[in-house]
């Protein structure tokens, strides 16, 4: 149903940031770069040996001094060990076995999740082969000797964390409910959104724990169609770890967005839209799911003629990645337009699993081509055969063409403004892959 989520844990400095950077980057392919999400990445979609899977890079569980040194360490580090399915504990052969990796060792044996103990800078078997066995006495598994700056050990690293991936997680399972995660930043009333549509006239089947300790799934039945609401609220406020804040938030939110069909994307109507929601919709947009934007705190916003549709512009500036969202201003307080939310969310599952005839698609095809020629490089025009529509969740499209290179990104969209312009696909990414062929197999 959703991806396996592998997270990176250890002190600063033992080199996680360079073992995750050469695994996102070098050693396993990494998916495009997400629109709205800074190039300071986190978080990166994986591929190795064709099994999928989202690599976290957790940050340092840095003690600031004994006293708060395991206070430190949960705050940090405990949301990226819950959400995770994987964790790769990484250590630093030159320094050898230290007090704070116990205390780390012991935080994940406590967790009850797999755990893949990686010893790393072990540039040399010869030199530092020994030094290895050191790290048995943190009674967490086989120490792997790992060199992430020389790229020593990674496939054999990727082979162990692999193993504990499930068949479930791996494979698509057969679950039709409408799946609707509630993201945004800390405070925007993402808890009040959800208790507010499931409160009201809703029967609630049950509370099932989520895969993280603040994310819960909760079952809804409304109008007789069951659904999910994966809730990621519960982020605990401290001034002292604001950067960490925005980082875990982002944690949560690749968790809780893996495993939905359709995001509704909450934004503070009395703080504006700002660069943390486009990170956090950027995460939604690249993944292909649908989304809903849903501006809270309506109410208390002073109001003219022209509201509305200034905020509406700032909305769509800064979310301009994702021109199709929807977009809904309504008050969890007061329950204004939250009765739209459960259409809303048909809607756009609907818009999600459309699918286009190809006798259609080439109708269109051939009508814009004919509006608008496509473009040419050295006296060679870009020819478009036929297109035909091979997926959902999201609608994805493959167009064949005589040469790729003159497909150029902005005639691509004006193909996709013109099957929106036929079909809508209100609330969701339309995805398009541009492959090759000759003439003569026309």
């Known amino acids: 149903m959703s991806k396996p989520i592998v997270a ?9 940031s360079t073992l995750f ?8 392919s990494i998916v495009k770069d997400t629109p709205g999400v800074t190039r300071d990445r986190i978080y990166a979609d994986c591929t190795w040996l064709n099994m999928n899977f989202t690599l976290i890079d957790t940050g340092g569980i840095e003690p600031d001094s004994r006293d708060i040194i395991l206070s430190q360490m949960r705050e940090q580090a405990q949301i990226a060990i819950d959400t995770a399915d994987v964790i790769i504990f990484i250590v630093d052969v030159r320094q050898g076995l230290v007090d704070s990796d116990s205390k780390v060792a012991d935080m994940l044996r406590k967790s009850g999740k797999p755990v893949v103990l990686a010893v790393n800078k072990v540039d040399s078997f010869q030199k530092f082969g020994n030094d290895v066995y050191e790290f048995y006495n943190l009674g967490i598994g086989d120490p792997m000797p790992v060199s992430a700056a020389s790229r020593l050990g990674l496939g054999d690293l990727l082979d162990e ?14 679950d039709d409910r409408p799946r609707v995660a509630i993201v945004g930043k800390p405070n925007v009333g993402k808890s ?5 549509m499931i409160g009201e006239n809703r029967v609630i089947v049950s509370n099932i724990a989520g895969t993280t300790r603040d994310a819960v799934d909760t079952e809804v039945v409304h109008n007789g169609t069951e659904y999910v609401f994966i809730d990621t609220a519960g982020l605990r406020r401290k001034s002292k770890v604001k950067e960490d804040l925005e980082r875990y938030s982002i944690i949560r939110t690749v968790s809780a967005v893996e ?5 509704i994307m909450v934004i503070d109507a009395t703080e504006g839209v700002t660069e943390q929601d486009a990170k956090i919709a950027g995460i939604a947009h690249d993944r292909g799911k649908g989304i809903i934007v849903a501006v809270n705190k309506w109410d208390a916003i002073e109001k003219n003629d022209k509201t ?7 909305v769509q500036d800064t979310l301009s990645f994702m021109p199709y969202a929807e977009l809904v201003f309504i008050s969890a307080v007061t329950g204004q337009r939250i009765g ?20 259609v698609l080439n109708e269109i095809l051939t009508e ?13 025009r870009l020819r478009l055969y036929y297109m035909t529509q091979v997926a959902v969740k999201p609608p994805t499209f493959v167009i064949f063409v005589n040469d790729k290179e003159l497909a150029h990104f902005s005639y691509i969209r004006y193909l996709e403004n013109r099957i929106r312009d036929s079909f809508g696909f209100k609330g969701t990414a339309l995805k398009f892959i541009v492959r090759e062929r000759s003439g003569k197999e026309e």
């Open 161 to 174: 964390v692999a193993k504990h991936f499930t068949a479930e997680q791996l494979e698509e399972t057969e």
């Open 21 to 28: 950077n050469v695994l996102a980057g070098e050693t396993i």
């Open 340 to 359: 739209k939310m459960f259409d809303l969310i048909d809607m756009v599952r609907e818009n999600q699993t459309l699918r286009v005839a190809t006798g």
């Open 308 to 314: 509305i549709y200034d905020f509406t512009k700032k």
């Open 8 to 16: 990176i844990v250890g002190r600063p400095n033992v080199g996680k």
């Open 368 to 380: 814009a081509v004919a509006m608008q020629q496509p473009p040419s490089d050295k006296g060679k």
């Open 192 to 196: 009040s959104l959800i208790n507010k």
């Open 259 to 263: 495993r939905a069909d359709v995001v």
